[in-house]
């Protein structure tokens, strides 16, 4: 049981429009592993998640699952099985990683971190990511 509330605690876990709206306002860089009920959240970088957050103890990095199946934004993400890490800053996606790729991620959330640091510190531009189909434009 103690291993269920440490991961509650390290994922935020949204389930509908409405909490996914919530989560978008959060400040800092917010990680969301998107999944669909069949297939579940991504349980293999689960430990990596804690270890990250962890060594850098850091207020604005933020983790949550979010199911794509109620949440009308993430319905391109629907009907595949493939883990998808969605990269948030100021309710805006910044990056995307496609697979369970634990180096990539970590590395992807070290820099993220460091560049939504500077937005919110210096005001620098945020360079927003969009998706068109299964193509990443930035």
Known sequence: MAGKKKEASLQTSVTNQEQWEEMLTTKGLTVVDVYQQWCGPCRAVVSLLRKIKNELSDDL???????????????KYRGKCEPTFLFFGGGELVAVLRGANAPMLQRMIVEELAKEKLVLVQGSGRKVVTLISTCIVG
Not at 61 to 75: G, K, R, Y
């Open 61 to 75: 990095l933020h983790f949550a699952t979010a199911e794509a199946d109620n949440i009308d934004a993430l319905e």
